[in-house]
């Protein structure tokens, strides 16, 4: 499985960005998405899963944030809206080779480059 992450950029306080994964492999379907982020000196935090039983959210994003999938484009979508400094970070997404949809980063086995946000006040 290869992932690649796009939609990051530099944003305004405020405004709404969309982040885009696209996945390589056949049961791209059957597996859960998820997308993290990592701010400079930080942990790397989980922001959003889905998988065709469901999705959840972290808390700190929870209707901030919106996770999508297009099984047909072998794509999931980060839509994040308000933004602010905080979410200055660079933004991974990965693959969880099960339908469970999970905040535990150690059981994802893939993981994309990661796509830079920005975030000016």
């Known amino acids: 499985v290869q992932l690649q992450a796009s939609g990051g950029g530099l944003v305004q306080a405020g405004e709404s960005l969309r982040l885009s994964c696209a996945a390589s492999?056949?049961?791209?379907?059957?597996?859960?998405m998820g997308w993290f982020r990592q701010a400079p000196g930080k942990e790397r935090e989980f922001l959003a899963a889905?998988?065709?039983?469901?999705?959840t959210y972290a808390d700190s994003v929870k209707g901030r944030v919106t996770i999508s999938r297009d099984n047909a484009e072998n794509t999931v979508y980060l839509q994040m809206d308000s933004l602010s400094p905080e979410d200055t970070a660079v933004y991974y997404c990965?693959?969880?080779?099960?339908?469970?949809?999970?905040?535990?980063?150690?059981?994802?086995?893939?993981w994309g480059r990661g796509t830079l946000v920005t975030v000016s006040s």
């Open positions: 990965a693959v969880r080779t099960s339908d469970i949809v999970t905040s535990r980063r150690e059981l994802y086995s893939y």
């Open positions: 492999g056949r049961f791209f379907r059957h597996y859960s």
């Open positions: 889905i998988s065709r039983r469901g999705d």
